[in-house]
């Protein structure tokens, strides 16, 4: 079983979309292992957009991570890494598939609704970033022979 990041971005939360995206996760049959609402450091964001620190856009990005709160989520299934970052969809809103959560939800490049890591080993850093081991909980989902069968996980 793998665990994931998601952060929804504050273009859902002003948008009203935050049941939406939960309950595309929940109907998929994403476990939520972990979830708070924090307001992103000027730190965190330098950290977790490393990547793009660089970039002209950069300032743009950070003020609008920071327009509101946001929701960070830990979601946990078999290739969960994989499966919400196909979920979630390209980065280019207007270029993602529809039936994605930025192709259904979002018109924007910069305002694109989520938050997926990229890879495992971002997972995994991204997780730790985010959540202590305290707030990640193990629990059995009572219905884990209608999620998988019992050799898939
Ligand atoms: P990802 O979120 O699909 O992994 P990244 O390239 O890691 O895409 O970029 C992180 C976030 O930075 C994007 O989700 C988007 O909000 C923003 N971003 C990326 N590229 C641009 C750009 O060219 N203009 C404005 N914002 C951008
Ligand atoms: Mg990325």
Not at 16 to 29: A, C, H, P, Q, W
Not at 106 to 116: F, K
Request: aromatic share 8%.
């Amino acid at each position: 079983m793998q665990k994931t990041l998601v952060i929804i971005k504050p273009s859902a939360i002003q948008r009203g979309l935050v049941g939406d995206v939960i309950s595309r996760f929940e109907k998929k049959g994403l476990q939520i292992v972990g979830f708070k609402m924090m307001l992103l450091t000027d730190d965190m964001i330098k950290i977790h957009y490393s990547h793009l620190v660089d970039k002209p856009f950069f300032k743009r990005i950070k003020d609008s991570m920071q327009a509101t709160p946001v929701l960070i989520l830990a979601l946990k299934g078999v290739d969960a890494v994989e499966v919400v970052r196909n979920m979630s969809g390209s980065t280019n809103s207007r270029k993602a598939l529809s039936g994605t959560i930025r192709g259904d939800f979002s018109m924007s490049v910069q305002e694109n609704i989520v938050h997926a890591s990229d890879s495992v080993e971002s997972s995994l850093a991204e997780l730790k970033r985010f959540f202590t081991d305290e707030e990640l909980f193990d629990y059995s989902p009572l219905i884990m022979p209608h999620l998988y069968s019992n050799d898939e996980y």
